[in-house]
């Protein structure tokens, strides 16, 4: 029922795109045109009148002309098309179910893959044209035999399509899952994975059946194949001999050929935007983007000790309807130096909207509909993003939750470190490069020479927190925003991290805004909390105070779903033949 | 004495890497231990450490190498596929990520019904059981006909719950089952788990990192480090008066939800960390010598 109506989508975006629409009709036209091949035309295409040879185009009863052999041209047309559709149809077939079925066994049976693969290896070796010339006496000449064997040929390239695609969806939890049920592997196989799959086969496929029709055309224009049946290659290369006498008997089939074969590229192309939707664009960062006619208001008195202050700060988002939803909906913040603020919340409660729109780092589809953000006393929201840009490097900083994917794989730590330390200061590099083996040391890496020069995926996922902490504290920040810097990390690792933190902040005196979910990290780390729910903060205060006596309902129901340290499971486990 | 549910001794667990010739990487290297019917061992460790490994080999997941896992007395180390899909009735599991663990393109109802359909039950049987299935795990009956984007991961780990449980298991293999959940829904789907073991006498063994779950769910706990059960017990005795000096650490590591605890916490940790920091770099200065090389390395 799912897959009808992915299906059906997937149609229905085909049918709205002039491209698929367009090219889908003219290929359906040359198949009509084919299926009366024998209808249309007045002659056979192979009827030989001598009195008729070389006929010009526009002639009575040969509107393309004739050709040397007084053959009809229009007729031989209509046959070609045939051919060339029914190359097409024995050449992707084969390579398809050949392609797909070692596809799915390569990447699924591991055991079987090194087999397989091999064996495709070699038939990818074979050079294709040569092998069908050279297999003539065995084909006869058949052009369904020929594409016979150039669908094992082409079905390397299947194969591997499905292969990689099939050990990615192994990995699904989903067909572990399956298995542990107790379904079959042709089961899992087929519900499972096949339905996965479908897409980038169908595409394959398409572009395919274009290569079919080329070969086989390619092939009866260097005369392999009976000259019994009209093809779109024997006909071109009997054109070019005819070519000073009258140049149309050429051109005609290079017209159909052409014609069909541009047409399913061009479907094929339609068909990949439809079934795996058009790439997306990659993220910018610009200046933060603001509602119409906004214009940053503070309203009552400015805190003078304040390094941040968040006034009335709203976010929204288009819905696809073109209303705006507000994520973030009148938040205010305010955070003195050297203070650590928590701000907690469940997923979807706005924490981490509100720690992008501080920064200014929001996706270009977010809009800032109110408020005001203000870093050292000066407005950041609708600042041009050279001064953001300078005051994100220098003045606020930001630690990840993933450090990961954070860090470039392609680079040494090193280089990304000395790539940040000069952005954000100017300095020369062997400075840059001092700066951050002290750096590395001081945020507690054991042998910083050795990690400058590693790779990001030589070290652990505490190291590689280490090394953002160490690239954030670079520049001696005034703020810090931590978005759940520990959650992907072990709790002993944990532990040493927010340690680090808490040592660096003492040393810099800087102020830290650390969203998380854990209420255990706020306890440890944190002098005061906000908790957020729905885009707003519901509730405010100094941590002892609100561990305990939370006011707000939410805050309330949050504290009492913390399991809590004391209680322990003490209920017996229930003996046998309890009840099913 | 009865026998276990599953017995696991010695229990050794290696991936065979590509290659000509190289070595298999042995992740579990040889770990004891029983989980009797209806009783609920809690596996805490961290990231890397083996737990899910452990869990995997049960399930027929991950290769055996070494030792042996029986099942009601049965040896399931080496099952066939026969075998396996056999045992599927009485073995299940739940896994962490409840994105990936349900196919996107297969209604809640197909997904729950086709442990039932393998297992032989005639459709209309299988399909009163999914209604019963869903109203166990506390979702609305329409949910059978609906995706699963279209719920939250609270509710698509009760799916997987309610999956697990269809053929009425006598053993379910829960894989960090709440860490991706938010607090409240964690609490909640955490009682879910403890329900369904009083109605139905299901034994659990429960892999997560987070002690406090492991303490709420737990009778029994087996702590694992770098691939060895390095302490088991009672779930009192061993996060309440932890022995192992891993353990001990693990303990003070997870930050507890109270200001002054906390602190308190942060300091007794701190202090163990440099008092072993004393021992272990004194040791390393006498193993430079060339002495105690054993001693400074522990596992």
């Not at chain 1, 009575?60 to 007729?75: E, K, R, S, T, V």
């Not at chain 1, 940040?420 to 590395?440: H, M, N, V």
């Not at chain 2, 596996?43 to 009601?72: C, D, H, Q, W, Y």
């Not at chain 2, 193993?287 to 596992?299: F, L, M, S, T, Y």
């Amino acid at each position: 029922m799912a897959t009808d109506e992915a299906r059906k989508s997937v149609l229905h975006r085909l049918l709205r795109d002039p491209q698929a629409v367009i090219t889908a009709s003219i290929l359906l036209a040359t198949i009509a045109l084919g299926l009366l091949a024998n209808v249309l035309p007045q002659h056979g295409p192979n009827d030989v009148v001598f009195g008729n040879v070389n006929l010009p185009t526009g002639s009575p009863g040969y509107p393309f002309g004739a050709n040397q052999l007084g053959q009809d041209i229009f007729a031989r047309v209509l046959h070609s098309i045939n051919t060339a559709w029914v190359s097409a149809l024995i050449g992707a077939s084969v390579a398809l179910v050949v392609g797909t079925t070692f596809g799915l066994i390569g990447g699924y049976f591991t055991r079987l893959r090194s087999g397989v693969e091999w064996v495709f290896t070699v038939v990818m070796t074979l050079p294709g044209i040569l092998l069908l010339i050279l297999l003539m006496p065995l084909t006869g000449g058949d052009f369904r035999a020929t594409m016979l064997i150039y669908g094992f040929l082409m079905s390397p390239g299947v194969y591997r399509i499905v292969r990689n695609q099939t050990i990615g969806v192994s990995k699904e939890l989903y067909v572990d899952a399956a298995k542990v049920s107790g379904v079959t592997h042709t089961r899992i196989l087929f519900r499972h994975i096949l339905s996965v799959v479908r897409g980038p086969i169908i595409i394959a496929t398409s572009f395919l059946t274009g290569t079919a029709i080329g070969v086989q055309a390619g092939l009866a224009f260097l005369g392999v194949g009976s000259a019994e049946i009209a093809s779109f290659g024997g006909m071109i290369s009997q054109g070019f001999r005819a070519i000073n006498i009258d140049p149309m008997q050429f051109i005609w089939p290079s017209i159909f050929l052409g014609l069909i074969t541009a047409n399913i590229v061009l479907f094929g192309n339609a068909l990949r935007d439809a079934l795996e939707g058009s790439r997306p664009k990659p993220q910018k960062i610009t200046a933060t983007q603001t509602t119409e006619g906004f214009s940053a208001e503070v309203s009552g008195p400015a805190d003078e000790l304040a390094v941040l202050q968040v006034r009335d700060l709203g976010i929204a988002y288009k819905s696809p309807a073109g209303v705006l939803n507000e994520v973030v909906r009148g938040v205010n913040l305010t955070i003195r130096q050297g203070e650590t603020i928590g701000l907690v919340g469940e997923s979807g409660s706005g924490k981490t909207q509100t720690a992008f729109g501080i920064l200014g780092v929001l996706p270009l589809e977010a809009k800032v509909t109110r408020g005001s953000v203000r870093i050292e006393g000066n407005e950041c929201l609708g600042a041009p993003e050279p001064v953001l840009r300078a005051l994100r490097g220098n003045t606020i900083a930001y630690v990840p939750q993933e450090p990961m994917s954070n860090l470039d794989p392609v680079y040494t730590i090193g280089s990304q470190l000395v790539e940040g330390i000069r952005a954000a200061d100017g300095c020369t590099k062997p400075e840059a490069r001092e700066r951050a083996i002290e750096l590395l040391g001081r945020v507690g890496i054991p042998n910083p020479q050795r990690v400058f020069k590693s790779y990001p995926h030589e070290i652990s996922g505490g190291m590689a927190q280490r090394v953002l902490i160490a690239g954030a504290v670079a520049s001696r920040p005034k703020i810090l925003i931590a978005d759940e810097p520990t959650t992907a990390l072990d709790v002993t690792v944990q532990a040493e991290i927010l340690d680090l933190l808490r040592e660096l902040q003492e040393e810099m005196n800087m102020a830290i805004i650390m969203v998380t979910h854990n209420f255990g990290v706020v306890a440890d780390i944190c002098d005061r909390i906000a908790v957020m729910k729905q885009g707003q903060i519901v509730e405010t205060g100094q941590i002892e105070e609100l561990f305990a006596n939370p006011s707000h309902e939410y805050t309330k129901m949050l504290l009492d779903s913390i399991l809590d340290e004391d209680t322990i499971r003490t209920d017996p486990p229930v003996r046998q033949g309890a009840n099913q | 004495m009865t026998t276990p549910l599953i017995d696991a001794r010695s229990l050794h667990v290696a991936y065979p890497q590509r290659g000509f010739r190289r070595q298999p990487i042995e992740i579990v290297h040889g770990v004891d231990f029983q989980i009797d019917a209806g009783e609920t061992l809690g596996i805490v460790g961290e990231s890397g450490s083996g737990k899910t490994t452990i869990g995997r080999a049960i399930l027929g997941l991950a290769p055996v190498s070494g030792g042996s896992i029986t099942f009601e007395g049965r040896d399931i180390s080496h099952a066939s596929g026969a075998q396996r899909r056999a045992l599927a009735k009485d073995i299940q599991v739940v896994f962490q990520d409840p994105y990936s663990s349900l196919n996107p393109a297969m209604t809640i109802g197909r997904t729950l019904a086709e442990p039932l359909m393998v297992q032989g039950w005639d459709k209309a049987k299988a399909t009163a059981r999914v209604l019963e299935l869903l109203d166990r795990v506390g979702l609305p009956k329409n949910a059978a006909a609906r995706l699963p984007r279209e719920f939250s991961g609270g509710q698509r780990q009760r799916v997987a719950i309610a999956r697990a449980l269809a053929p009425g298991p006598r053993l379910i293999i829960c894989d960090e089952p709440v860490s991706g959940l938010d607090l409240s829904t964690q609490a909640t789907v955490l009682d879910l788990f403890i329900e369904i073991q009083r109605d139905t006498g299901v034994a659990y063994m429960f892999i997560s990192h987070d002690l406090a779950v492991i303490r709420h769910i737990s009778h029994r706990v087996g702590v694992v480090f770098r691939g060895d059960i390095v302490e088991q017990g009672t779930c009192a005795e061993v996060t309440n008066n932890p022995q192992n000096p891993y353990t001990q650490r693990l303990l003070l590591a997870a930050p507890v939800a109270n200001p002054q605890a906390q602190r308190a916490r942060r300091l007794e940790r701190q202090r163990l960390r440099e008092e072993h920091e004393n021992i272990y770099g004194g040791l390393a200065k006498l193993a430079e010598r060339g002495i105690a090389k054993a001693v400074a390395h522990p596992r």
